[in-house]
């Protein structure tokens, strides 16, 4: 799953097909398998979701405009010798450590430039291995770490450029010069390009760069940048890089944001490269803390130590779960149950991590990150900058994906970045689009994560979430099995339209998600069969209000009207808000039970706290006059 780590940053419209829900079904519902119980409760549980979890590295623009992409990351194991002032970078063990020089599109500036003129937040990492790529060519031979001249026999040579070696002989590191490709720099380089940044782009108050990320997997730099860094990273040397390089981001932007350490994997978030993958003298060392809790610690004590500044904002892991791409069925089984390392207490790892390896507890590793943020650090939010589930290009991946976006949602992650992103056309893709595009018009899931459960998360997995700007309460509901289920979905704490509409991306149309009939929701409950290895989104009208208008008087030059306001649902409704749209040149002039304002053509009127309370199935009355004629303008009602 590891890839290489090239600078990177940030369509095809979602097809959306009209049809039947049997159409597109190999099976008929009646056919269909019982499924797990579904249940959503929009009154607990709730919380925000982020957009930010909704980010990419890369990626197509078109597809990232269209999903609404909300951050673009600038990283990788190129930005660790990231040198603004000449804009080269070297590649690292990714590629025979070479020193390539970016141009306008590649470099920072250009990054920033095109995430901001998009309206995507971009994540910038900035230099803290200790080293950054001095003046090279641009062309062949490159500057590189391990050049022929000084090393003349090595096990492989760059078959573009036989100048530059792989920097090993009989499978042994060979020991590198830093300054053929190098040159030292301390935190006050870091200092350096965030103000090169902000007086580009303004701060990250003034619409600038919003976050910077210290550097890149810095534990492994005795590997990825061995040539100028081979000494195993200690704990004592990521703290105080960390805070000096914070401190200096924070006196060129104080407005900016800090995300770290951004550690590879499993041994990294627990471990020191003195230490290797678990507690030894490095940890004794330091109050047999792991590095991550230590971290965490060490960063507060800094801030507590400066007048209480947050050197820290985001504290930052990246997670690849260690399957690859296979698409077997093993693989694919195994991909899906991997998901429940993010957040599932119960789950043991089936990778090197669990009993056979290093035989870590449950992951739960949201749930972690969370636990030490609030022993450590609190008030700092949580950051996966790297992750990949893999085989976007299969519909097992789009299952991965839907799951995972469902549970960064559910758990309450800040942000993510994926690596490695989905052509537009994959399967991957339509995982994102579920939540972000899923009628090809731009509606996405809610903004606001409710309960959700199902009776087996590993065969249905769902999640709910309400939806700010119309109230509709939004389930995404994952089939991880090869039979269709048919299902019942209890809801609590949300009174429908009596319909839910329903959309479906799965295995019987891979480029389309497709538009199935609405649902009938009938006493709190929806049933409703789920295709095998699909992607299903029932969108639920809220049961609301509605308002109608009766003219009074109509003389030409003015009108006098009534408005009624009825309460649709079988409960109370506590206040209310209409608007509509008047004709060019007409203004209210005076109004009676309402609070009204007008905005240019725009229409608001409110209830004024005695008319609020509507009992179900009940009314009220408000009443405007207005110069011009009368019209019959479309009313919206809105409970508040």
């Known amino acids: 799953m590891r890839k290489p780590r090239s600078i990177t940053a940030a369509g095809v419209t979602a097809s959306l097909v009209a049809a ?41 623009p078109a597809f990232n405009a269209e999903i609404g992409q909300t951050v673009a990351r600038w990283g990788g194991n190129a930005s660790s010798r990231y040198n603004f002032k000449n804009r080269t970078h070297n590649t690292g063990s990714d590629w025979f450590f070479e020193n390539i020089v970016a141009d306008e599109a590649r470099s920072v500036e250009g990054m920033v430039g095109a995430n901001l003129g998009r309206g995507i937040k971009p994540v910038v990492t900035v230099p803290m291995i ?37 920097g090993q002989l009989g499978g042994t590191n060979l020991t590198a010069v830093p300054t053929d490709t190098s040159i030292r720099v301390d935190a006050s380089f870091a200092g350096e390009m965030v103000s090169h940044l902000v007086d580009r782009f303004g701060t990250a108050a003034q ?37 000096a390089t914070a401190a ?137 900058t790297e992750y990949n589930w893999g085989a976007l290009d299969d519909i097992n991946g789009a299952l991965a994906q839907a799951d995972v976006l469902g549970v960064f949602g559910r758990e309450g992650l800040d942000l993510a970045t994926m690596w490695g992103e989905p052509k537009p056309t994959d399967p991957g893709a339509y995982a994102f689009r579920m939540y972000r595009n899923y009628d090809g018009a731009g ?48 809801l609590a704490g949300f009174e429908s339209t009596g319909a839910a509409q329903r959309f479906t991306y799965g295995p019987a149309d891979l480029g389309a998600i497709v538009r199935g009939g609405d649902l009938p929701v009938s006493d709190g409950r929806v049933e409703a069969t ?6 299903t989104l029932l969108v639920l009208p809220q049961a609301g209000c509605s308002a109608s208008l009766q003219v009074n008087g109509d003389w030409g030059t003015g009108h006098v009207a009534t408005v009624t306001v009825t309460n649709n649902r079988r409960t ?69």
């Not at 090279?136 to 096990?155: I, K, N, V």
């Not at 730099?221 to 990273?233: K, L, M, Q, S, Y």
């Not at 459960?453 to 939004?474: H, I, M």
Request: glycine content about 12%.
């Open 20 to 60: 039947t829900f049997t159409a597109q079904t190999a099976t008929s519902a009646a056919a269909a398998t019982a499924g797990p119980a579904l249940s959503v409760d929009s009154s607990t549980a709730r919380h925000a979701i982020s957009p930010g979890i909704y980010g990419l590295n890369g990626g197509d």
């Open 130 to 166: 200790g080293w950054v790529a001095k003046d090279s060519p641009s062309q062949h031979p490159f500057a590189c770490g391990f050049p022929a001249t000084r090393f003349p026999q090595q096990d492989s040579f760059d078959e573009w450029d036989p100048h530059c070696g792989n």
């Open 207 to 243: 619409g600038g760069v919003p976050i910077y990320e210290l550097d890149n997997e810095p534990v492994l730099w005795a590997h990825t940048h061995r040539d100028v860094h081979p000494e195993p990273v200690s704990y004592d040397e990521l703290g105080n890089k960390g805070t």
């Open 248 to 384: 200096a981001i924070k006196a060129a932007d104080p407005s900016a944001a800090v995300l770290g350490p951004s550690g590879w994997g499993y041994c990294e978030w627990v471990a020191s490269g003195v230490d290797g993958c678990g507690p030894g003298a490095d940890s004794a060392a330091h109050g047999g803390l792991n590095l991550s809790q230590w971290y965490l610690k060490n960063m507060k004590d800094y801030s507590d130590a400066h007048g209480g500044t947050r050197y820290l904002d985001y504290f930052d892991q990246h997670f690849y779960p260690q399957i690859g791409s296979g698409k077997d069925p093993e693989s694919n089984a195994l991909r899906l149950r991997s998901i429940r390392s993010l957040w599932d207490p119960t789950y043991v790892e089936e990778s090197w991590i669990g009993p056979g390896g290093v035989n870590a507890p449950p992951l739960q590793f949201i749930r972690t990150m969370k636990s030490w943020i609030a022993q450590y650090y609190p008030g700092t939010k949580t950051a996966i």
């Open 443 to 490: 509606s996405r899931f809610g903004d606001t994560s409710v309960s959700a459960t199902s009776a087996d998360q590993g065969e249905l997995a769902v999640y709910a979430a309400e939806r700010s700007s119309d109230k509709a309460l939004t389930v995404m509901v994952v089939n991880k099995t090869g039979e269709d289920l048919t299902s019942p979905l209890s």
């Open 530 to 535: 789920y295709p095998a290895n699909s992607i």
């Open 572 to 640: 109370e409704m506590g206040g209310w808000r209409v608007s509509w749209t008047l004709p060019a040149g007409e203004r209210i002039t005076h109004s009676w039970n309402t609070t009204l304002q007008q905005n240019g053509t725009g229409v608001v009127a409110a209830d004024v706290g005695w008319n609020g309370s509507i009992g179900a199935g009940g009314g009220t009355t408000f009443g405007f006059q207005a110069t011009g004629g009368a019209a019959a303008p479309r009313l919206t009602c809105v409970p508040t």
